[in-house]
């Protein structure tokens, strides 16, 4: 259980970090300059959504798990602070999305 609490950890950490980056290639496609065909690719969408489902469905549910863990005191230390590390960056991401959200809804009026 700790080799897989561990590989999911950082699973998650990574697809935070690189949730922001794909979601703004596919939304503007200009930030690496790819072209079209690369971007409507059901493979990179494919992948593009298990991204964002593990940083935005599987990481809160892993993340209240490892709270309970931690509660029976039973936590691993370094999944935890992985975990903790993902969490910030995390809501690091919603901020970003607000900002999307509050900036394409101001340039629409």
């Not at 690189?18 to 300059?33: D, Q, R, S, T, V």
């Not at 230390?77 to 991401?93: A, D, G, H, Q």
Request: positive net charge; contains cysteine; glycine residues 2%.
């Amino acid at each position: 259980m700790k080799r897989l609490g561990l590989f999911l950890s950082f699973w998650c950490l990574i697809c935070v970090l690189i949730n922001p980056f794909i979601f703004w290639e596919m939304l503007f496609k200009n930030l690496f300059h790819i072209n079209r065909e690369f971007i409507f690719n059901p493979i990179v969408r494919i992948v593009g959504f298990c991204v964002f489902f593990t940083a935005f469905i599987v990481y809160p549910i892993f993340y209240i798990y490892q709270m309970v863990l931690k509660m029976k005191k039973r936590a691993i230390p370094l999944i935890l602070k992985i975990s903790t590390i993902t969490f910030v960056f995390w809501l690091m991401n919603i901020v970003f999305y607000a900002f999307i959200y509050y900036a394409l809804s101001n340039t629409t009026k």
